[in-house]
């Protein structure tokens, strides 16, 4: 008896495969959404070249502006684009019904989530790995690491673009206010993730803000893969924390996942 019961109560991979399956036909059958993912950024970086070609360098500093700018939007444009879409993709759940008729079956909200986050996750994979081909292949952007770890980087990044977005759509009741987060979650994290300004040159108030935000944590990963021929200590140091704030994301996403939309 004792058996069959805890047989009964195995935890099953059932829900969350099938999640993960729906999910990602939706995507395919998106085709908007899918050249938003794969093409956008890649068209951007090409803009950013173009931008930056005939720009005279530094005899002070060897490294191009296109090099020292476009490595850290490697893994800016993934977090932004792979937040914007989940968080409408999330809203668009709840407004449309689906997401409290999921919640009515067996499925938990850890499942649900846990879907969503593998289905873009994998859109983000393929977005870091077209953006980067595009970047080192054909817009001769350099680095003195491997950009196998910056598409490693950038994916992480994406992925928590991804959980911030699942979180971000937990308090917006529309899909416009979905939006909205853009500005408050996003745009602080370009300012102050040392894109613009050395983070070490910041005021120390906004210096400690930005030690709270995962954006500068995937910039500062990728200047170590710009500046040192192998992986140091300090990039995976950098990668870990924003893996895990991408897992924080997750686990307040579904603490605050509501049932029914108010």
Partial sequence: MSTVTSVRRTPSLRPYVATTS????QLRNDHRTVAMILVVPALLMTLLY????DTPKNPLNPVSLFDRVGISMLGILPFIVMFLITAIAMQRERTSGTLERLLTTPLSKIDLLAGYGSA?????????????????????????????WVVLIAMVDAVCGVAL???????????FQAVQ????????QIFLCGL????????GWLEAISNVMPMSYAVDALQQVSTYPEPTGAMWRDLAVVA???IVALCLGAATLRRRTP
């Fill in 22 to 25: 729906r999910i990602l036909r």
């Fill in 50 to 53: 173009f931008i930056y070609k």
């Fill in 120 to 148: 873009f996750s994998l859109a983000a994979a393929a977005q870091a790995a077209v953006a980067c081909l595009v970047s080192f292949g054909l817009l001769g952007l350099n680095a003195a690491g491997s950009p196998g």
């Fill in 165 to 175: 977005g699942l979180l971000a759509s937990a308090f917006a009741r529309t899909e």
């Fill in 181 to 188: 987060f853009m500005p408050v979650v996003v745009a602080p």
């Fill in 196 to 203: 613009l300004v050395p983070r070490g040159e910041l005021p």
């Fill in 244 to 246: 895990g704030f991408a």
